[in-house]
């Protein structure tokens, strides 16, 4: 991971990204990039009020995708929506269509269940269950599972997840041990560990690093990486820290709040182009903290 600062033209003006090691070796997507999520004229409602509206964004497959924006813009709102994170929320209407793997997410024979296996989340506060560090990871193998895994394959997953978590290390020898006596930075590892035993596609983070010390955010961020580029995870990120953004992300979108107050995306590139050569004037004032 780069750690230096990026000096560079933003049309006419040399600005001094106040952005640690954007990843300018990041490849552009190529047209032909395998499309993972594919999110159509999305709008969401919250009772009466348009949150977002008419989001059309495609993510790509085996890349790490950040929502950036200001608080407000829907960020969270948008990823909830990708696996049917509403569905039990009373007064909101999700219209529109999200495609993972070109097949409908809200389609009316969808298992909401299995969307979740398939498109796993972690959030902003490490939460796990009051259990052990292993049923902790175990936990969703008993809920979602479609046949019942013996003793050793449930051992077998649990330690896979909590490898790929790169958590093993720590806590191979206490698995026993309650959750809540791991570290803040430990706990978010273990739920990232408890996302990836069923197997998902994809890995939805919101803001998984705000309650974090530096020492646990840099090894989330390294998770991240490693989720995509060692295990071909395909994983989408909410964040207000845009060093984090230019660091982890090969794709940034940008929200921001349009006239009537609703959540629209600004744009979306290769992250290197979007912190060096934003096309909107909206994105090149909210990364050069003109506003926010
Ligand atoms: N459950 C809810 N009911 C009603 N309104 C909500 C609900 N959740 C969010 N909102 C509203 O929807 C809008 C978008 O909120 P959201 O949390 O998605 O934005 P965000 O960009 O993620 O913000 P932040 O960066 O502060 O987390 C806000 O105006 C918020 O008040």
């Known amino acids: 991971m780069q750690q ?22 990041a490849p552009a997507i190529p047209a032909t990039s395998e499309v993972k999520l594919d999110i159509r004229k999305l709008t969401i409602i919250y009772g ?47 219209t529109g269509e999200v495609l993972l793997d070109g097949q409908p997410v809200y389609g009316p024979e969808v298992d909401p269940v ?19 560090i292993f049923d902790n990871v175990a936990f969703g193998l008993t809920v979602f599972g479609a ?33 809540t006596s791991l570290s803040g930075g430990q706990q978010q590892r273990l739920c990232v560990a408890r996302a990836l035993a069923v197997e998902p596609d994809v890995v939805l983070l919101d803001e998984p690093t705000s309650a974090l010390d530096p020492i646990a955010t840099g090894r989330i961020e390294q998770l991240m990486r490693e989720l995509v580029e060692e295990h071909g995870y395909t994983v989408v990120v909410v964040t207000h820290n845009m060093q984090q953004a230019a660091r982890v992300s090969d794709v940034t979108a940008f929200m921001t709040v349009d006239a009537s107050r609703a959540g629209t995306l600004v744009e979306v590139g290769p992250t290197a182009r979007i912190f060096t050569n934003p096309q909107d004037q909206r994105t090149e004032d909210y990364i050069t903290g003109r506003v926010g």
Do not use: C, Y
């Not at 230096?4 to 070796?25: F, W």
């Not at 990823?79 to 994170?85: P, S």
């Not at 013996?150 to 959750?179: F, G, I, M, T």
């Open 4 to 25: 230096a600062g990026v000096t560079t033209v933003v049309p006419e003006r040399r600005i001094h990204l106040a952005v640690a090691g954007a990843r300018d070796d």
């Open 48 to 94: 009466q009020r348009v949150a977002v509206r008419d989001i059309d964004l495609r993510i790509p497959a085996q890349a790490v995708t950040a929502i950036i924006g200001p608080s407000g813009s829907g960020k969270s709102t948008l990823l909830r929506a990708l696996n049917r994170m509403h569905d039990d929320v009373p007064g909101v209407r999700v």
């Open 114 to 132: 299995e969307v979740r296996r398939r498109i796993g989340m972690v959030f902003q506060r490490p939460n796990p269950f009051a259990k052990s």
């Open 147 to 179: 046949r019942r895994l013996s003793r050793r394959e449930v051992a077998e997953r649990v330690e896979r997840a909590l490898r790929q978590a790169a958590l093993w290390d720590e806590v191979k020898d206490r698995l026993h041990q309650p959750a």
